[in-house]
């Protein structure tokens, strides 16, 4: 706990001009919009908050795109699903579905230009699809097939890994908006499991491996290296970010979860919990600005939260209008 009497103020590091402290210290005071902040060493995680639910629960479905621009597609709510929805920051509404419904699919790219591939309808999946911002077209199918895998990356340069083809797979494989051609393996073969980032700065994170699994491992363009353990061992779990801010979600941790951990390109650290936990969601967006939706808890869920940053390391002093 910081000894408040024993701060040093560093006069002047009040910014009159409106303008935030660019990296403010415990100890500083500093101005920004009408209010003035002390810097202590107390930090806060992020908080999630309700957003529109969706118009088709389901789970085991994908996502992508962003918190204010989002796209989910596939999963099921008693049958496989061709659904697609698209996010505006507020509500949920129709996109063009699926050519080929699936569940346990994985997702990439933008609400513009989305990437989808893998899964399972009837059998374990090798499609791919390319989403235009209104309807899907074929893209080249993966090389190997299979289900329950992770996605990250755009549909230009896509990226998938790991997975079930009747046993668990490290196989990762990169898209360059034709193509898939094969990348460099997994070092944990896991299924269940989730990604982000892009194709050269990819992350894996947690799945299956007939136990639940805490690896995160980070890709280069090449080969996957060890990251740091998600601190609870999980599978059907979401994420959103980059290799450097990632951030993970819900799963099946032996219950319906809302755990969420944040990445700082080496290790996790504990984000809000989720209001409503459950497994098999769909993640979209960036550690600051994250968003989840559907999974299942007992039954399909419709329920869309959104994530936003906790507000760091100060405490408000008191507005500008009531003087020094």
């Known amino acids: 706990m910081t000894n408040y009497r024993d701060a040093k103020y560093t006069f002047p590091t009040v910014t009159f001009s409106g303008v935030a402290e660019s ?12 209010k003035y902040y002390f810097g202590t060493s107390q930090s806060f995680p992020g908080v999630w908050s309700s957003g529109g ?13 962003t918190q204010s621009a989002g796209l989910c597609m596939g999963g099921r709510d008693g049958s496989v699903s061709n659904v697609t929805e698209e996010y505006n920051g507020s509500a949920w509404s129709a996109g063009g579905n699926l050519a080929t419904a699936r569940r346990s699919l994985a997702g990439a790219g933008t609400q513009a230009a989305g990437l989808c591939m893998g899964g399972y309808g009837a059998s374990n999946s090798n499609v791919t699809e390319e989403y235009d911002g209104s309807s899907w077209s074929s893209g080249g199918n993966l090389g190997t097939t299979r289900r329950a895998l992770a996605g990250a990356g755009t549909q230009s340069a896509g990226l998938s890994m790991g997975g079930y083809n009747g046993g668990y797979s490290n196989v990762t494989e990169e898209y360059d908006g034709t193509s898939w051609s094969s990348g460099g393996n997994l070092a944990t073969a896991r299924s ?3 990604g982000t980032g892009t194709q050269s700065a990819g992350l894996s994170i947690g799945g299956g491996t007939g136990s639940l699994s805490a690896v995160t491992e980070e890709y280069n363009g090449t080969s996957w290296s060890a990251g ?19 951030l993970s979600m819900g799963g099946w941790d032996g219950d319906y979860t809302g755990v969420t951990e944040e990445y700082d390109g080496s290790s996790w650290s504990s984000g809000g919990s989720l209001t409503t936990a459950r497994n098999g969601l769909g993640g979209a967006g960036t550690q600051t600005a994250g968003l989840c939706m559907g999974g299942y808890t007992g039954s399909v869920s419709v329920v869309t939260e959104e994530y936003a940053a906790g507000p760091g390391s100060y405490d408000e002093l008191f507005t500008a209008s009531q003087g020094l």
């Open 23 to 34: 990296s403010p210290v415990e100890g500083n005071i500093w101005y920004d919009s009408g």
């Open 53 to 65: 639910n969706l118009g088709t629960g389901r789970r085991n479905l994908a996502g992508c795109g």
């Open 192 to 194: 269940d499991l989730t």
């Open 228 to 246: 740091g353990s998600l601190a609870t061992a999980k599978s059907n779990l979401a994420a959103a970010g980059t290799q450097s801010a990632g």
